[in-house]
C-alpha cells in the first residue's frame, strides 16, 4: 500500500511539473482528433441513420406489434411465433434453400471450370472477358423481363423454339413443378452474375507460379491431379471467400422472384416474404421478425467461415 | 492486365499444345467456346433487339422467326414515349452522379481520416462500418425505409426525393475499405514532409493523396454508378412517385398492360447506356473487379 501511495505521489508531483507542456500536447491532440472527426462526420451520420439506427430498429420492432395509427406495443415473441404459424414462411425458406442449392451447382462450380478453361486459353482473350461481363451490365429488371420471355411456356419462347428445332418436347419452366421454376430462376442469375466471378478467378488463376505446375508434371501428375493439387489449393482462398459471398448473397434473392414469376408456384423467397409481409400486409413486426431470422442464418454463414477460415490457418 | 497478354505456364503446358493432338484439341475446344459464348451471351441479346422490331403479329409466330420479316421501328418510338424512357434514364443518371458525388466526398473524408488523421476510437468505428459488410441492406429493408419516411429527430421525408438515394449510398463499408487500404499504402514521410511546409489535412488530402490515388478512385466511381444502376428494392420502395422512378423501377411498373413487343423493345433501350458505359470503361471496370476481389 505504502509504496503504491509513494508513487502516486511521486506521479502528480510529475504531473504538476509538466502541466504547462501536458496542456499543451492535449490541445493538440484535442485539436487533432476534432479535425480527425469532423472529416468522418459526413460518413458516421449516414451510417448512424441508414445502417447502425435501422438495425437496432428491426431488433425492437420484432418484438412490438404496430397497428395502422402507429401505436406501438410490447408483444415478446408473438411476432416470432405468428411467423413461424405462416405456412408461407416454410415455403419460403424451402424455396430460398432450393435456390441456393442450385446456385452453389451453377453459379458457383460452373464459372470456376468456365476460367479454369479460360485461363488455358491462348488467343480471343478479350472477346471471352467482355461477353461473360455483358449481361453483368444490363438494368437487372430488364434483364429478368427478357428472360421471362425466353421462358414462354407455349413454342413462342426462346427455349421452347429452340427445343422445337431440335425435336424435343417443349417444356413449360416456369409453370411446371417448383423444382424446376426455381432452377429457372438459378439459371437466369447465373447468366446476369457470373461474369464478376469468372473475371475474379480468372485473375487469381493468372497468379499461380507456372513452377508449381511444371513440377507436378514432372512427378506424373495428370490434367486432374494438376487441377486437384494445384490450382484448387492455390486458389482456396479466393474460391472460400466467393463461397461465402455466394450463399449471403442468394439467401437474399428478391428481383428474380419478384419480376420473373411474382410469387407464382410457391418461388416466393425469404427477403420476398419480409417485402409483402411489410408493404402488401402492413405487417412491421411479422417483417422484422423475419428480417432477425434471416440475419441470424447469414452472420451464422459469416461466423462459419471464419471459425473454418482460422482453423484452415492453424493446420 | 497486362499478365493476361504475356503466355505464363498454365494447367497445359506449351510442348503438350504443339503436339497435333494436343493442337487440335486446343482449336475444338477454342471454337466451341466462340461459339457458346456468342450463343449464351450474345444471341439474347440479339434477340432482345431484333425481337423489339416484331409485329405484334409475327411475336407470337411459331416457330419464331430469327430475322424480323418486316422491321418496325415505330416499336422502339413508342416504348420511348409511352414508358417516358428519356426521363427514367435521365432519373437514374441523376441519382447514379449524386451517389458518386457523394461518397467521394464522404467516403474519401472517412477514408483519410482513417488511414492517416488516426483519431482516438477510430478503429471502433472503422470495426463498427466494416461489420455493416455483414449486414445486407436487403435484412433491414423495412426500418431503413420507415426511418427515411420520417427521419430521427427532424422527421423529414425523403421519400420521392433523390436524397433517399444519395444518403444511403454513402454507407458503402467496402468502398471505404478499398480506399482507406490503398491509402495505407501512401508513405506517412510524404505527408509529414507536406505538414512541415504548413500544409492542413484538407490541403494534403487535395494535392498529395488524392493525385496519387486515380486509380481506386476510378474503382471507387465505377462501383458508385453502378450500384444505383443495378438497385432496384430500394428505388422501388422509396421512389413510388412516376415521375421520380429510376430505370429498373419504371420497366417494372410501367410493364403492365403494355404489347409485348413494345416492352422488348423498351428492355433494349434501357440496356443501352450501361452496355455502353461497360464498352467505353471495360479496362477500368474489369480492373477493378479485380483489385476489389483479390485482396478484399
Not at chain 1, 435456390?99 to 451447382?105: E, I, P, Q
Not at chain 1, 452472420?299 to 471464419?306: E, K, N, Q, T, W
Not at chain 2, 505464363?8 to 461459339?35: D, E, H, K
Amino acid at each position: 500500500m505504502a509504496t503504491i501511495n509513494l508513487t502516486h505521489a511521486v506521479a502528480r508531483d510529475i504531473r504538476k511539473a509538466e502541466r504547462p507542456s501536458r496542456r499543451a500536447e492535449f490541445g493538440r491532440k484535442l485539436r487533432r482528433n476534432s479535425t480527425a472527426y469532423l472529416f468522418l462526420a459526413g460518413a458516421i451520420l449516414c451510417f448512424a441513420v441508414f445502417s447502425w439506427y435501422p438495425m437496432i430498429r428491426e431488433v425492437i420492432m420484432s418484438f412490438q406489434y404496430t397497428n395502422f395509427a402507429g401505436d406501438t406495443k410490447w408483444v415478446g415473441l408473438h411476432n416470432y411465433q405468428h411467423i413461424m404459424a405462416d405456412p408461407d414462411f416454410w415455403s419460403a425458406w424451402r424455396t430460398t434453400g432450393l435456390f441456393t442449392l442450385f446456385a452453389l451447382v451453377f453459379g458457383y462450380a460452373v464459372p470456376f471450370f468456365l476460367a479454369v478453361v479460360l485461363n488455358e486459353m491462348r488467343h480471343a482473350r478479350s472477346y471471352f472477358r467482355l461477353l461473360v461481363y455483358l449481361p453483368v451490365m444490363m438494368p437487372p429488371v430488364a434483364a429478368a423481363f427478357l428472360w421471362q420471355w425466353f421462358y414462354t411456356p407455349d413454342d413462342t419462347g426462346l427455349f421452347n423454339a429452340v427445343l422445337h428445332a431440335l425435336h424435343l418436347p417443349s417444356v413449360q419452366w416456369l409453370q411446371s413443378s417448383h423444382t424446376l421454376a426455381v432452377l429457372c430462376l438459378v439459371l437466369f442469375s447465373t447468366w446476369i452474375n457470373m461474369g464478376g466471378t469468372v473475371l475474379i478467378y480468372l485473375a487469381s488463376l493468372q497468379s499461380i507460379p507456372g513452377e508449381l505446375y511444371e513440377a507436378a508434371e514432372m512427378d506424373g501428375a495428370g490434367i486432374w491431379g494438376r487441377i486437384w493439387h494445384i490450382t484448387i489449393p492455390q486458389t482456396r482462398l479466393i474460391l472460400s471467400m466467393m463461397l461465402l459471398l455466394q450463399i449471403v448473397g442468394t439467401m437474399q434473392v428478391f428481383t428474380e422472384p419478384f419480376v420473373i414469376t411474382g410469387a407464382a408456384n410457391n418461388t416466393t423467397t425469404v427477403v420476398y416474404l419480409i417485402y409483402q409481409y411489410a408493404f402488401n400486409f402492413n405487417n412491421y413486426g411479422d417483417a422484422a421478425a423475419l428480417g432477425v431470422l434471416l440475419l441470424l442464418v447469414l452472420v451464422g454463414f459469416a461466423a462459419g467461415y471464419l471459425w473454418l477460415s482460422r482453423h484452415a490457418d492453424e493446420e | 492486365m497486362s499478365a493476361f497478354d504475356t503466355p505464363t505456364r498454365t494447367l497445359v503446358s506449351r510442348t503438350q499444345l504443339s503436339r497435333p493432338l494436343g493442337r487440335t484439341l486446343y482449336w475444338v475446344v477454342f471454337w466451341s467456346l466462340i461459339v457458346l459464348f456468342a450463343a449464351v451471351f450474345l444471341f439474347p441479346l440479339y434477340w432482345m433487339v431484333s425481337g423489339g422490331m416484331k409485329s405484334a403479329q409475327e411475336m407470337i409466330q411459331t416457330p419464331p422467326t430469327i430475322v424480323p420479316h418486316h422491321v418496325e421501328l415505330g416499336n422502339y418510338a413508342s416504348a420511348w414515349k409511352d414508358l417516358d424512357l428519356g426521363r427514367l434514364i435521365f432519373n437514374t443518371g441523376y441519382y447514379a452522379l449524386g451517389a458518386l458525388a457523394f461518397q467521394l466526398v464522404f467516403d474519401v473524408a472517412a477514408a483519410y481520416s482513417f488511414s492517416k488523421l488516426r483519431p482516438v476510437f477510430g478503429n471502433v468505428v472503422l470495426f463498427a462500418m466494416l461489420a455493416t459488410l455483414m449486414i445486407p441492406t436487403t435484412v433491414i429493408i423495412l426500418p431503413t425505409y420507415l426511418t427515411a419516411n420520417s427521419l430521427p429527430f427532424v422527421h423529414w421525408s425523403l421519400l420521392n426525393t433523390p436524397w433517399a438515394i444519395w444518403l444511403p449510398s454513402v454507407t458503402s463499408a467496402f468502398n471505404i475499405f478499398l480506399l482507406k487500404r490503398f491509402f495505407d499504402s501512401i508513405p506517412t514521410e510524404l505527408l509529414a514532409a507536406a505538414a512541415v511546409d504548413g500544409a492542413g489535412p484538407i490541403r494534403t488530402l487535395w494535392s498529395i493523396v488524392l493525385p496519387m490515388s486515380r486509380p481506386i478512385l476510378g474503382v471507387v466511381s465505377i462501383f458508385a454508378v453502378v450500384g444505383v444502376w443495378k438497385d432496384f428494392l430500394w428505388p422501388l420502395l422509396v421512389l413510388t412517385d412516376t415521375s421520380m422512378q429510376t430505370v429498373n423501377v419504371g420497366l417494372h411498373q410501367l410493364s403492365v398492360g403494355i404489347s409485348q413487343n413494345v416492352l422488348i423493345a423498351a428492355l433494349a433501350i434501357a440496356s443501352v447506356p450501361t452496355i455502353v458505359f461497360f464498352l467505353i470503361f471495360q479496362r477500368n471496370i474489369m480492373a477493378g473487379l479485380t483489385a476489389g476481389g483479390m485482396k478484399g
